[in-house]
């Protein structure tokens, strides 16, 4: 009979897939992938990499290693790469929809098997079976205790024995009845719906041993037997037991499961560190008594680490080698991180390694930081290591100053790290002059530093065969100095780049095209960019979420083909050209139809802020043709003939629509497209200028301690000085103007005192409230430290003051009026 | 009290005097069945520590709330009491519209289930805490609103500072979601603070809590 050894396996080292997070995770695009390639993660692992980041991740890093060091990755390696790739990135509900299409589970696999021998003393188990446990102590933390391929082992044992004897055979009954009693250990023993109001918990249940046979039972039966006697313990989290069990086993030359048992020996000490709050290091407990866990996390280590050696001396474990040497690596990840960093390198470089995706799993581990006290400080790789690949990861990974929080101030490394980095990246360069240290050297310099111009002569002599030939030749322009020679050497490029490489890539040389534009015509054919991804989380950036909207004017936004404007589009059209130039880039047929909506807009808002009316006029045929809701709003506008009829339908229209704001977007486009609400009160503008992006406001009350990040944009180079002065005129004069809500009601009540018989004003103090009421609000300040607001609760400009005045002068001056009846209450 | 997710936290020297801890203990996929996925990262904390069990729900394409999907979600989310010194429970689910009178029955059910003296609390979406809230026919002590991940970089900008005034339902307004991340909106002396930090809280992160002049963060003073 023909059965397969039933062996509780390790499994890969299992890392927590983030789980969402809190809040309402809007999505928003990103044009450049920080952490990893992204797309089609098969062309990477077979050497298309695109433009290296800084802050991709350790396997991503590992592939690109690989090729520019001419080690490609054998294509079984590859496929392991991708599935590692996915493994990390994968949503639970992604795992969960595969597996509906993937074949039975083990566990599903020995439910049905089991099914075939019926109840037995009235048990069956079924699908709710549990195979999760906490670990012990004062414990919030569950692990999978029965791993799926000990039930496919299971289901397959049982399935040969009801061959040779039969289902109903009394030893094949007795067999599953001890097998049920084994899985009746891997959960914690409570039940689902454990109790109702008023009753206490059920104790947990003890561990559920399979009875001990008489003699006369069959030999087989009583080797199998023992050997489920000691699992059903080492489910249990009785180690000791189990061990005693595995090594009584172990010695009975004659089991089927003593070369197994001896395994399963190391298995269960391994186990017992992980699990057992005696044993762990990040249990809970008095200082005293962690103390005594980490003392007792690295003897049982320590001890799992010898027997794993012995086992690998030993010929009769020869089967079992494979599983011997996974288990060692877990042991050698923990005891000794540096010596197993260098092994892991040295495999991570042949194309022979088997298990490739492993290897790449635990030097992420290694690596990883996380405020785990198990897990070692990373390793720093040996200066004179063979591999190298340690080294070069760890400095690339230390220039990345890519924010990790979503208001950008969090960098995971400092200017020290990015200086220490640097210069140590420089000394393995001008040591060796291999192009993998070209490549970070590249990655790490700018334009005025001395080593400079040698870098750029290195990267000009890669041939465009290597596989770091996108990443050195866009450094290469990047470094160039901005002029019509460098343009020539971009332009000859892009096309290739156009047709070879991701949207990740493909937005950075579009960035370099834009900066060095000649022209407002060349530059606007550079600015619409199509997302690498939409994500929800800022320091993922990889996951896609689907959403159809429309822009302002009604066009389908489709994610992966609308272009959006990236920061420095959005920063210079909002920043740093003068409005004549705004209108000049609405008209022209060189922006895609739904960005050009967005310039139009904000020309027309702005023109109508700085009172220059010809302008509004020019954009009036482009907002009316998007939305006819416009036309009679600008008409009025438009046909004013004295600066008052101008000031009060210039605020009139302004006022009508939701959606109108100052300013383009970087990225998303409005969620709620035309003049619909949006209902976190992200209507009309609270700034009418937002700062520049690439850099952050401080959040005094919070991250004081945390610098903001300094990476201001290029401005087009095409821009003269006279315009970047207009420009900077106009900028000053909208940053005077406050909030929408602010500025309508501030606006609208002098409009009253001047002109109170003016049968518009009612119109305009309604309106005012309307924007009040759905818009930004000013409050007082608000000091953390004291609790308390500050400033003075009179202050005119306050939302809640302007509120009582638009009331009050409705309710004195217009009793009849639609918007007094409207408004019934003052907020 | 600070939201500790599925990261391995080390939170002993957070001052237990002052702050609780809300933990997620587990995830729920609801689809034609239930999933459990339950914590996998250690967590360690301070003696004392006023804890909060919470359970993150989230629906599979095949969603479909019958009564055997809603029975099996409450006594998941109610078997989180069982922990080891948890005293109250919290629910985050993103409900949608459609989604609203499932996520409602499920805490009806759960209401039953739970402990007298186990207080029931949800996060909430900005949005729900308006005026004439669905949230007022729920049996929940607090409803806490998210004032964070309302948007991309660009909402930042724009929303600044954070309108305290859109949680008007009373329910929400005891208290306050906030992320370390992003700015605050104005808090007030009265309120529960929740505090959220992508990534695992820091040494530092945690000394700079307990130098925080909040009060409320404490979760006792939840009843």
Redesign the interface.
Known sequence: MNRRLWLPALGAILFAIPASSCGPDFPFAVFVLPHGPGGNYLAYAQGNLGILQPGYRTRSLVIAFNYITHHPLAPVQQQQAVAVDHQFLDSWQANEAAKQSAPPSGFHTWISTRATVGPIDGYMPNADLEVNRSTTGDSYEDFTNCLDNAFATAAHNLSALSRSYGPHDLSVIEWTRGQDAVFSNCGDGKPRQFFGPGQPPPPPLPPHLPALLPASTPLWLQQDRAYQIAAARFYALDFNAAITGFRAIAVDQASPWSVVSRYLIARSLIRQSTVADTHRSDANGTPAERAAAKSGFLSTLTQAQKELLAMRANPRMDSMQNDIDNLLDYVDLRLQPDAQAVVLAQRLQNPETRNFGQSLIDLTWLRTNQSDPEKPAPPHGPEDDAAGMIAWIDDINNLDQTPTSFDGHHLPHTDADVAQATADILRHWQTTHSTVWLVAALMSAHPADAATPDLIRAAAAVPPSDPAYVTVTYHRLRLLPRDSATRDQLLAVLPTIKQHENTSTLNQFIALDSASAPSLDAWLATTGRIPASESSFMDQGEDVIPASTTDVCGTKITPGTTKLFDADAANAFNRDMPLRLLAASAESSALPENLRYQVAQAALVRAILLDQPSVARSMTPLLVHCRPAWAPLLAAYNDSTTANDRKLNGLLALMRFASTEPSVRYGEERRNAFATYDEYRQNWWCTTVPQPYGTVDDIPQYNSYRKPPQTPLAKPLFLTTVDTSEAATEVAALERIPSASQYFATQALSWWKLHPTDPHTPDLLGEANRVLRNSCRTELPYDSKTNKETGDPKDPNLTTNLAHALFDALHKDYPQSTWTKQYKSWE | ML?A??????LTTLDPTKTGVA?????L?I?RTV???????????A?NTWLM?VV?I?T??DFLPTTDTIA?TA??I??LA????VRAIQV?F?ATTSQRNFYAAVLKRLR?????GIPLSI?A???WC?DDSWLRRLPIDEAVP?F??????????????K????AREPLCSGSV?I??????P??H?HQRVYV?L?????Q?DLA?VNA????GLRGDSLR
């Open positions: 939201w997710w599925e990261s391995p936290e080390d933990f997620l203990s587990r995830e996929l689809g999933q459990v996925r339950p914590r996998r990262q250690p967590l360690r904390l003696t069990a993150r989230e599979a394409p099996e006594s998941d109610a078997a069982q922990q080891p010194g985050d993103d039953t289930q739970l402990p007298s996060t979406l900005v949005g308006g998210m964070f991940r309302m948007g991309g970089p660009a909402a930042i900008r724009a929303i600044r500072p309108d305290a005034s859109l979601g992320a370390t991340d992003e700015t605050w104005a808090i002396n959220f992508p990534g695992s809280w820091t530092q700079h925080l002049g909040y009060h």
